[in-house]
């Protein structure tokens, strides 16, 4: 995965599983590891022209979680955001997250989903991040299917918005003082195509996506991540 975010160019290798023993029930994790990145700076008006700032690599972002789908059509992700270690600077806080979700088979090959996510935050260092809330819809689309096999084209659109709804906290300062006017809001879209083949009764996903977020919620610019993933299911 090769990300650009706050100036700073990445590159990362990610590992993920969900175990479901029915489909009613799944658990999952996801875990990163910063391989290398590099700061690009540029100044003006008779200012440091550009500079080159080579960041420690090391454990990224990670998630766990346990999604409960009671019935076909709707169900509910609980997740649990591990902080980076040396991968990252941004995001250093433990996060609890609740998210109802519904899906619906607009075709036999077209799902619609939508879900309402709520986030908040564990207190480090005397310091509490806001709670968060967002919306997300998606389509999943696919081409040239075969049901039997699991083979064919898949491609998968989402869209998340999500905002601060309470400004963060500095403890350490008197009570009158501790709030960081910080109610920001952010989005992001992802766009993931894959082809599937069917491998001893199994199926094998190669797929390619790509990401853009934008606004204050998700760094100071418009970021993007480029990605190449591969996809085994067992069947």
């Not at 990610?14 to 910063?34: L, Q």
Request: glycine share 8%.
């Amino acid at each position: 995965m090769a990300e650009l975010r706050d100036d700073v160019y990445s590159a990362d290798i990610n590992m993920s599983g969900e175990y479901a023993p029915c489909n009613c029930f799944s658990v999952y994790g996801d875990f990163s590891y910063r391989l290398l990145s590099y700061e690009y700076d540029l100044m003006f008006h008779d200012q440091r022209h550009e500079a080159l700032d080579l960041h420690v690599n090391g454990l990224n972002e990670s998630y766990l979680g346990v999604k409960m789908r009671p019935f076909p059509f709707f169900g509910v992700d609980l997740n649990w955001t591990l902080p980076p270690r040396e991968g990252s600077q941004v995001n250093r806080f433990y996060r609890l997250g609740v998210s109802p979700f519904g899906l619906y088979e607009f075709s036999r090959n077209m799902t619609l989903g939508a879900a309402v996510e709520y986030y908040t935050f564990l207190e480090k260092q005397n310091y509490q991040p806001g709670d968060e809330l967002g919306v997300k819809g998606s389509i999943s689309w696919k081409f040239l299917w075969d049901r039997d096999d699991y083979s064919g084209w898949k491609f998968d659109y989402v869209f998340l918005y999500r905002w601060r709804i309470q400004e963060s906290e500095n403890l350490n300062m008197q009570k009158s003082y501790r709030k960081m006017d910080d109610l920001d809001q952010g989005f992001r879209m992802r766009v993931d195509a894959a082809r599937y083949f069917a491998v001893l009764k199994n199926s094998l996903g190669i797929a390619l996506f790509y990401e853009i977020n934008r606004g204050y919620l998700f760094g100071m610019e418009t970021g993007h991540t480029l990605g190449l993933y591969a996809k085994f299911m067992f069947l």
